[in-house]
């Protein structure tokens, strides 16, 4: 685990001997998973740390130390597969809330065996879909922090997304490459679901490669009640 435990480090979070512990189990458990159940195309132990463990950890650049340290920071993973990005950062904020929604029910199981593995405290496990749960009033822009990795592009997910997100509050994606265009074609979607002009962080980790980034939008205005729209609306027509 030392690229992980370098890697945190220079995120401004170094990780202690019981961080180090956890991140174990869940590579041990996702391992054992994945030979059943198709949850990463990535089987390298080394890979494991930095793609999935490190990068997850990259979200914490989207946040200042006030916030990530907030009893009242609420985090909400949409299309969290097998936990990324919010499962390495529970663990290493422990005091955040946290929500993972998956709409696999075979992903959904391995969330749920995890978190008990692991002992995490103030994490549930949510099984539908975005489109769906984005408009019932537990969720409705009730989170303060959703996150969200490889599930769409970014028009799609603003509006998979932003439904959940507290006014105040904000949205950030993890994304790779050049991401201009992802940007430019997302920016009318994002406004229209009450979200402000995007702000991208560069990711200052080499050793990531693949030019990773930080899309974060903050949310100033409430999502009209018409979005998101009916499930699979807002991959096939993006707004
Ligand atoms: N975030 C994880 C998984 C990415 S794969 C990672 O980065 O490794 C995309 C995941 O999003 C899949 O598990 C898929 O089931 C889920 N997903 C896709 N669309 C969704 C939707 N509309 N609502 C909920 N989950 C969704």
Redesign the pocket.
Known sequence: MEQLAAGAARLGYPLTPAHLSLFETYRTELMLWNEHTNL?SITDEAQVETR?FL??LTVLLALDAEEAASPCLRIL?????????CVPLKIVLPQARVSL????GK?VRFLRHLITTLGLPDIEVLQ??????GRLPPYREAFTLIV?????PLATLAE?CLPFCSVGGSFVA?KKGDITREIQEACAAIKLLGGDNPHIISIPLSLLGDNRCLVSIRKIAPTPDRYPRR??V??KRPL
């Open positions: 990463t999935h990068d997850s993973d949409v299309g969290s597969g097998a936990g990324f990005p929604l998956e709409a696999t992903k539908g879909r975005a489109e769906d749960l969200s990795r490889a599930v769409a998979l993890l499930p699979g807002p991959a």
